[in-house]
């Protein structure tokens, strides 16, 4: 073993003991002498020691990883969830407002003269809000929850309510959520043909 073989072996802990030959005793090299040093407290026993103290360390950084990642899914899901049920309610509160506006008084209309606009039958406008909630598949507590802000013998204005229970932030907060669309419609005739 050259001096230079030695000086590389002695860096990991691997030198041998000039004296003996044998391999067990870490050596470092001063000048052109080489030195043994004791077996106790050598660079192999520290390097060893240090990788025994940081085991788990990288299952820790994936734990805190892995909770994060799910944390961000969770507003991503549920955040679109939010919107398409938003969208959702206003949809069906359009249809809704539309809905009671049809319901106008025919005889009115027809004795009325040319030009004039339609009446509402404004009293029975949560009536037909709450039947259009109901064919359209919600639940019975947003049914009842559904129904006219606003009912005038020209315009209309209806909210609709909408529940839902978000799929990942669920686990953190199990309470349903509630979204509500309104909308308004009026009743206009256009020109005769």
């Known amino acids: 073993m050259t001096a230079t073989d030695f000086a590389f072996a002695t860096d990991f802990g691997c030198g041998t ?3 003996s030959g044998t391999g067990n005793a870490p050596a470092t090299r001063t000048g052109s002498d080489v030195v043994t040093a004791p077996a ?3 660079l192999r026993h520290r390097v060893l020691a240090r990788l025994r103290d ?4 990288g299952a820790a950084a994936v734990l805190i990883f892995a909770i994060v990642f799910m944390a961000l899914a969770a507003f991503v899901v549920d ?15 359009e249809q809704a407002a539309r809905y009671a506006a049809q319901d106008i008084d025919v005889e009115a209309l027809r004795n009325a003269p040319p030009g004039s606009q339609p009446v509402i039958n ?14 359209s598949g919600l639940d019975a507590n947003d049914v009842a929850g559904s129904g006219c802000t606003l009912a005038r013998a020209d315009r ?6 909408l529940t839902y229970r978000p799929v990942l932030t669920g686990f ?5 959520i509630v979204v509500h669309g309104t909308a308004a419609a009026e009743s206009v005739t256009g020109p005769a043909n």
């Open 172 to 176: 953190f907060y199990n309470h349903d």
């Open 79 to 93: 955040g679109g969830l939010s919107i398409s049920k938003r969208e959702r309610a206003a949809d069906i509160a």
């Open 122 to 135: 404004d009293a029975d406008c949560d009536a037909r809000v709450k039947d259009f909630a109901q064919q």
């Open 156 to 161: 209309v204005e209806v909210t609709i309510q």
């Open 54 to 57: 940081d085991r788990g360390s």
């Open 17 to 19: 003991d000039s004296a």
């Open 40 to 42: 106790t407290g050598g």
